[in-house]
């Protein structure tokens, strides 16, 4: 089920891809070389210059190791389930962004927490 509450996501998804970028201790050069985006363009992202496609987000999202569908809400082509309206909280970005979790730890945490919430 998704929410009727609109989300602001254009404005901080600059914002918010820096901030992701940053916490993985990444430069934008080196998420460049990940995703095969160009430099320039990223900055221009993060800068809010440009509104990049779904297509740019899942390639961002893969270099992050983030939740696409995070990054689609932020960018306003999806709508945030309710939970995560209310909580304000992403428990699958939290897991994935955590750099103390190897790739397989956090692949059985998403399974597990999959199991639990029906997702």
Do not use: C, H, W
């Not at 070389?33 to 297509?55: C, F, H, M, V, W």
């Not at 983030?66 to 306003?76: D, M």
């Not at 994935?96 to 919430?117: E, H, N």
């Amino acid at each position: 089920m998704t929410s009727k509450i609109p989300v602001p996501a254009v404005p901080d998804l600059g914002a918010y891809l820096r901030e992701q970028r940053q916490a993985a201790e990444l430069s934008i050069r080196q998420l460049a070389d990940r995703t095969g985006i160009s430099n320039p363009y990223l900055s221009q992202i993060e800068r809010g210059l440009k509104r990049p496609s779904a297509d740019i987000l899942q390639a961002l999202a893969k270099g992050l190791r983030i939740s696409a569908e995070q990054l689609y809400v932020r960018a306003g082509i999806l709508e945030a389930r309710d939970e995560e309206v209310a909580t304000g909280f992403d428990v699958r970005v939290a897991i994935k962004a955590d750099p103390r979790l190897t790739d397989r730890q956090r692949a059985v945490l998403l399974d597990v927490y999959a199991s639990f919430v029906g997702d």
